[in-house]
């Protein structure tokens, strides 16, 4: 019987041969933290081992300033501080600091992941680094801690199911859309620490943002990790930053095709419609047309899993053609997802229509993932995100949140009302 990806990726990280439900100890490419974190690491690290003692490799530790980004408070501040200079004193020299972006997509773009790395993190949403076939997971700041000891971390070798995807979206309908759908059909508790494997002609087709999307919400449906094999375009953009050795790794990395998985699902894009994720939960999943008209406070776009430049291009489209201007009964808020994508948005010029439109366009950050960012929502109000998770008060006590597409969100913050694309796009 042939080997699933998450099969060969931990054999290769545990150096030995492996089946499913195994315990095994695996070698760690890199080891990372947020500011968010990152300072109890630290400081647990060096409660238990000294001051004194070094890590494993600075060479495979980096350190990303991004969910509070510039410090908002002086707590914040001296948290930053405390990575800053143990990074001073370890040699490590991956600190990313305020002025890049959301940790994983800033390490994509540094050319730092490659298919089959193991990547520990202190973000949940760490494993939608699997959009290039890597094991990310994140894990607890004890786990980050103990790996800068020995550059290992002990994990069960999970089942793995296969989700093929076929089919061409309809104009208006994304990538964002089939997410929704696959979390509103499996629900919670779905991808029960399940590796997943994404493919089919519609995933194969994708674009690295699309793939970037569609893991980024594996966690809320109990997954342990995504896994996307690189081909086209996303392959040529990932060896052009990571180096060839990325071509050799797909080769030897991928399925085979006699790999056993506990589950197979089939699914089809083309008759696909625009989806939310209705308040207060990511699968209470329905139609926009069945919640359209509702009374939107505040719109966000952006975050680990829809602020890449071909999202928020989408975003721009939308606002177009709806004639340029957000209604004045919305707050609308957008957020790139890194120094680079923000870089390649004023380029575009789409900046500064963004800001005539009444748009408020932020640095690069995890920004409204949670209540600790500028933008909180007050008791009672309602809001419609491009982020992965709305439970009740994730973004500010007693708020509401309808997650969705970029394309639907601006077409919501158009009209002030939530807003099938569909019917401004034409």
């Not at 109890?40 to 509070?68: H, R, S």
């Not at 607890?140 to 093929?164: C, H, L, Q």
């Not at 419609?384 to 919501?412: D, E, Q, W």
């Amino acid at each position: 019987m042939g080997k699933t990806a998450i099969h060969k990726i931990m054999e290769r990280a545990a150096g030995k041969p492996v089946k499913v439900g195994d315990r095994v100890w695996c070698k760690i490419d890199w080891a990372t933290a947020r500011d968010f974190g990152g300072a109890n690491c630290v400081l647990q690290f060096e409660e238990e081992m000294g001051k004194e003692a070094k890590v494993w490799d600075p060479d495979k530790i980096a350190y990303t300033f991004d969910l509070q980004a510039p410090s908002h408070s002086e707590k914040v501040s001296k948290n930053q501080k405390i990575i800053r200079e143990f990074a001073k004193r370890q040699g490590i020299k991956r600190v990313f600091d305020i002025n890049h972006g959301i940790g994983q997509h800033v390490m994509l773009e540094a050319g730092m992941i490659k298919p089959g790395d193991v990547v520990l993190g202190t973000d949940s949403h760490m494993n939608l680094l699997g959009a290039v076939g890597a094991f990310a997971t994140g894990v607890g700041n004890s786990d980050i801690a103990a790996s800068y000891i020995n550059g290992t971390n002990w994990f069960r070798v999970p089942e793995t199911m296969k989700i093929e995807v076929s089919g061409k979206f309809q104009k208006g309908v994304c990538m964002r859309d089939l997410l929704t759908h696959i979390v509103g059909d499996l629900g919670a508790g779905g991808m029960d620490f399940l590796a997943v494997e994404f493919c089919g002609e519609t995933i194969e087709n994708s674009s690295l943002a699309d793939r970037i999307t569609l893991c980024s919400m594996v966690t809320e449906m109990s997954g342990k990790v995504p896994l996307i094999m690189p081909n086209g375009e996303v392959l040529d953009w990932l060896v052009a930053r990571a180096g060839d050795e990325v071509k050799k790794r797909v080769q030897e990395l991928s399925a085979d095709a006699d790999a056993e998985y506990i589950k197979v699902i089939k699914y089809n894009v083309d008759e696909l419609v625009p989806l939310a994720s209705c308040p207060d939960a990511p699968d209470n999943v329905k139609p926009i047309r069945e919640v359209a008209g509702t009374a939107v406070d505040q719109i966000h776009i952006g975050s680990c899993s829809n602020g890449r430049f071909e999202d928020i291009k989408a975003a721009y489209e939308v606002l177009m053609a709806g004639g340029g201007k957000v209604s004045p009964k919305v707050r609308a808020i957008i957020t790139p997802s890194t120094t680079e994508v923000q870089l390649a948005c004023a380029k575009a010029g789409m900046i500064e229509k963004f800001l005539e439109a009444g748009i408020v366009f932020t640095n690069p950050t995890c920004s409204l993932c949670t209540a600790e960012h500028y933008g909180a929502l007050p008791d009672g109000d309602i809001g419609c995100s491009t982020t992965n998770r709305n439970f009740i008060g994730k973004v500010g006590k007693g708020s509401h949140t309808y997650l969705m597409s970029p394309m639907s969100a601006m077409a919501t913050a158009v009209k002030g009302v939530i807003t099938d694309p569909r019917d401004i796009l034409g």
